[in-house]
């Protein structure tokens, strides 16, 4: 099970960071854009906190400009960098180009044939919007379990975004995703159960008897 932090707030990576099991940060141009920072000053940023992987997203749909904005984070994030990309006709040609050289995640995949051509590429990751799809498609569980056949035994992980409940995210689990991309309001959450708050205000209670004052 693997889990990211989708934002661009440094309160809110910092605070999800405190936790060993977080692997990397899940970013795009829409996350980007709710910080006041540059691109490349939010990137530096990243690039030093103790993770595995930074996912950005390109923005550009010319090849000459996409590579010059690859090189750029590249530069910043170094071995961290994982080079997100959309299931365009361009963004396909884009991702062919660079797969040998980058790990790369195609994103917004709502289709199996999106997906096939990810694997086919040679793509790391896939991301899958969850809520999206619930709309777009009814049953985004039934979508999520298609994914994970489709790219069962590939090299090719699937990484569920997109979640704005925890009970999407168990949902999810169930049709067999184990990667979650999770906004901070999801991820800070997860902690919280009525019956675990009962359960620890009912030990707090007993056990204040076994403290020596």
């Given at each position: 099970?693997?889990?990211?932090?989708?934002?661009?707030?440094?309160?809110?990576?910092e605070?999800?960071?405190?936790?060993?099991?977080?692997?990397?940060i899940?970013?795009?141009?829409?996350?980007i854009?709710?910080?006041r920072?540059?691109t490349?000053?939010?990137?530096?940023?990243?690039s030093?906190y103790?993770?595995?992987?930074v996912?950005?997203?390109?923005?550009?749909?010319?090849?000459?400009?996409?590579?010059?904005?690859?090189?750029?984070?590249?530069?910043i994030?170094?071995?961290?960098?994982?080079?997100?990309?959309?299931p365009?006709?361009?963004?396909?040609?884009?991702a062919?180009?660079?797969?040998?050289?980058?790990?790369?995640c195609?994103?917004?995949?709502?289709s199996?044939?999106q997906?096939?051509i990810?694997?086919?590429?040679?793509?790391s990751?896939?991301?899958?919007?969850?809520?999206?799809?619930?709309k777009?498609?009814?049953?985004?569980?039934?979508?999520?379990?298609?994914?994970?056949?489709?790219?069962c035994?590939?090299?090719?992980?699937?990484?569920a975004a997109?979640?704005?409940s925890?009970?999407e995210?168990?949902?999810?689990?169930?049709?067999g995703?184990?990667?979650?991309a999770l906004?901070?309001?999801?991820?800070d959450?997860?902690?919280k159960?009525p019956?675990?708050?009962q359960?620890?205000?009912?030990?707090?209670?007993?056990g204040?008897?076994?403290?020596?004052?």
């Amino acid at each position: 099970m693997v889990f990211y932090i989708d934002s661009s707030s440094y309160t809110e990576i910092e605070h999800a960071l405190e936790n060993v099991w977080v692997k990397g940060i899940t970013t795009n141009p829409t996350i980007i854009n709710k910080n006041r920072d540059s691109t490349e000053d939010i990137l530096k940023r990243l690039s030093h906190y103790p993770i595995e992987e930074v996912f950005y997203q390109i923005k550009s749909t010319n090849i000459k400009i996409m590579l010059e904005e690859l090189k750029m984070a590249q530069k910043i994030l170094e071995n961290k960098l994982v080079v997100k990309i959309p299931p365009t006709e361009m963004g396909f040609k884009f991702a062919g180009l660079i797969s040998n050289q980058h790990p790369i995640c195609i994103t917004a995949v709502f289709s199996l044939s999106q997906a096939l051509i990810a694997k086919e590429i040679g793509a790391s990751y896939i991301a899958i919007y969850i809520n999206r799809a619930s709309k777009l498609l009814e049953d985004s569980t039934f979508f999520a379990k298609n994914m994970s056949l489709v790219l069962c035994g590939s090299k090719t992980d699937i990484i569920a975004a997109s979640i704005k409940s925890p009970r999407e995210l168990h949902d999810t689990a169930l049709a067999g995703i184990d990667h979650f991309a999770l906004p901070f309001k999801v991820f800070d959450s997860l902690y919280k159960h009525p019956g675990s708050i009962q359960a620890v205000e009912k030990f707090d209670e007993n056990g204040k008897y076994l403290i020596k004052q």
